[in-house]
């Protein structure tokens, strides 16, 4: 973040100034810094009251409660204690396979969906930045509808079009004798990633296109002149311009697909392949909200939010490599 | 690759239709199922389980309609507004919170600047599913599970905003303003209002558009605040009817009809506002 060369002077700037400041002026000036002063407390404070009570006690509470557990004195009788047990939920999380396998499918989740996502929002995004799009509004627009339907009722439909007897697509299918099960075993992650990338791709390709729309015209016009034809220019010259945009969204995909819950909570009313701890996200909830386990429900979040800040870190550091190699 | 020569004019109008199809098949992926949406929700519920959809003889758009806001006692109905409530007065509570914010963080100098900054942007990643169990134990602290408060704070929070409104503020308030009212003996907060607010105007409503739509699509925190079926935003209301479908087949118009109904405010607003997050999205995808 740059900052921009402002008229404003540090508080001990008078010193330096020396004689050429009236105490009068001194004093003004000083009033001046506590009017900024408490303009900038105004202008934060209910901002950063809801950043503690929001975040900041929430993520303390949850650490907290991993830590500790209520323990019932034998037999059930008299009052619940809570009691520290150190990394004992730690361990029963990490221990514990619906929990892993949890993970196992959000990974497989990410391991289709990111990819997925990112080339094909750009490669549109391209396309329609190659100028040799018809109607190219229209399908813009078209492609960011599904960006104003609510996830669940993004869920709902699909998971009608999933549904025997009231889908036309396995009405199509079926008439070409193909019998399709969208919510069996190995189909239910494809069908949940084809909700999400139906549900994303048009604000992603928005996103991309508003950063290929800012790359400079005589870039583009200096590798046609060096004879590039447009898909070299596409892929050599205008992709690398806008990988800012492509981490940036990569990042934000990667946060959404980690918290998997509304989709799989939706279809698990319809397929029995969908356990109710079938994300970690589900696992925390069953673990929290069915089973009343919150020491066990808070080392799950903390695990989730590990993962998180590994793989957002981990992201920015791969691409930000890749950027130091570029520059060499 | 093959379009390289311009002399070749074949290779370069099969790329040109190739392209225009790719185009097409895409916009057909994402309009069909929301065309499907239109057309079920004029279906009654044999037409929809015998899925002819293109013939008009059982047309019954009106009925469902009826049915719809005649379902348990009007519960849809008291869900949509409840939805509104919750998304529009969150959305612009909201925004005008975090512009205020991400304004202080690009006009003003102080200390531990760039550390809260980067605490905002932390928040951005936490995922919520982390924090609704503390929520949900505070609310319990506070007596507020179960009521209107319990979705409505935590709806406020958005700090993805703070980043919007710092980088807008940079963009559409010029220092000189700030300079020249001070010169005029103006107040602070009297140039934030005055001044500065209605030149942030844009990136306000882009702001209050992400969050609106965040706070519609919201399902996770009512999920876990709510029991009393009164305070349903319309996502969890229309996810509760369609567990209920799979027993009593009476419930799978509603929830088409329900659904339909519920996608309308958002691209009204996305419509109505496109020119200001059009550059929203700008802003916030070349930083």
Not at chain 1, 28 to 46: D, Q, T
Not at chain 2, 18 to 40: C, D, G, K, Q
Not at chain 2, 190 to 206: A, I, K
């Given at each position: ?328 | ?61 009106v009925r469902n309609l009826k049915d719809l806001f ?143 739509t965040a706070i519609w699509n919201n399902f996770f ?67």
């Open positions: 973040m740059t900052t921009t060369a402002r008229a404003r002077v540090p508080a001990d700037a008078s010193r330096t100034e020396g004689p050429a400041l009236s105490a009068s002026g001194l004093r003004a000036r000083r009033a001046a810094e506590r009017r900024r002063s408490g303009a900038v407390i105004v202008l934060m404070a209910p901002f950063f009251a809801l950043l503690t009570t929001i975040f900041l006690i929430p993520v303390g509470t949850a650490v907290y409660l991993s830590f500790f557990s209520d323990d019932q004195p034998g037999l059930g009788f008299g009052a619940e204690r809570t009691v520290f047990v150190g990394l004992r939920s730690y361990a029963a999380v990490l221990t514990d396979p619906t929990f892993l396998g949890g993970l196992g499918t959000v990974a497989l989740y990410c391991l289709i969906y990111l990819p997925l996502m990112v080339v094909s929002a750009l490669v549109l995004a391209l396309l329609l930045d190659s100028g040799a799009v018809r109607l190219r509004a229209f399908a813009q627009l078209g492609l960011f509808l599904p960006h104003a339907v609510p996830g669940i009722i993004a869920a709902l439909i699909w998971l009608y079009l999933y549904t025997p007897g009231i889908s036309p697509v396995i009405d199509l299918f079926a008439r070409a004798d193909i019998t399709i099960d969208f919510l069996g075993i190995h189909t239910v992650v494809p069908s949940i990633v084809n909700i999400a990338v139906w549900s994303n791709l048009g604000y992603n390709m928005v996103v991309f296109y508003a950063a290929l729309q800012a790359v400079p015209r005589e870039v583009i016009e200096a590798s046609v002149v060096d004879g590039a034809g447009p898909v070299r220019t596409a892929l050599q010259v205008k992709t690398p311009l806008v990988r800012a945009s492509i981490v940036m969204v990569a990042i934000f995909t990667l946060i959404w697909a980690l918290q998997l819950f509304t989709e799989p909570m939706l279809l698990s009313q319809s397929s029995p392949m969908i356990s109710s701890r079938f994300s970690p996200s589900m696992y925390i909830y069953d673990a929290a909200f069915t089973r009343n386990n919150y020491g066990l429900a808070a080392a799950a979040s903390v695990v989730l939010l590990m993962c998180t800040i590994a793989l957002s870190y981990g992201v920015t550091r791969f691409t930000g490599r890749a950027d130091a190699e570029e520059a060499r | 690759m093959s379009a390289t020569d311009s002399s070749l004019l074949r290779p370069r109008l099969i790329g040109r239709a190739t392209v225009n199809v790719v185009v097409a098949v895409s916009v057909l992926y994402t309009l069909l199922p929301v065309l499907w949406l239109v057309l079920a929700a004029t279906k009654d519920r044999d037409a929809l389980f015998s899925s002819d959809l293109l013939s008009l003889s059982d047309f019954s758009l005649a379902m348990d006692g009007g519960l849809y109905g008291r869900w949509y507004l409840n939805s509104l409530l919750y998304a529009v007065l969150g959305a612009a509570i909201g925004a005008l919170l975090s512009v205020a914010c991400g304004y202080a963080f690009d006009k003003y100098r102080f200390r531990h600047k760039e550390k809260l900054f980067g605490l905002v942007l932390a928040a951005v990643m936490v995922p919520q599913t982390v924090l609704a169990l503390p929520l949900y134990l505070m609310a319990s602290e506070a007596g507020l599970v179960n009521t209107f408060w319990a979705v409505f704070i935590p709806v406020l929070f958005n700090p993805f905003g703070v980043y919007l409104g710092r980088i807008f503020s940079r963009g559409y308030v010029p220092d000189e303003v700030l300079e020249a009212a001070r010169v005029d003996g103006a107040g602070e907060l009297t140039t934030y209002v005055r001044v500065s607010l209605r030149m942030l105007g844009p990136g306000l409503v882009t702001v209050f558009l992400f969050q609106l925190l009512p999920m876990v605040m709510l029991s009393d079926q009164d305070l349903y935003p319309v996502s969890l209301g229309l996810y509760q009817w369609n567990s209920s479908a799979s027993v009593s087949p009476e419930y799978y118009p509603v929830v088409i009809m329900g659904s339909l109904l519920a996608v309308l405010p958002l691209i009204l607003a996305f419509v109505l506002l496109q020119r200001f997050w059009r550059s929203g999205l700008t802003a916030g995808a070349v930083k």
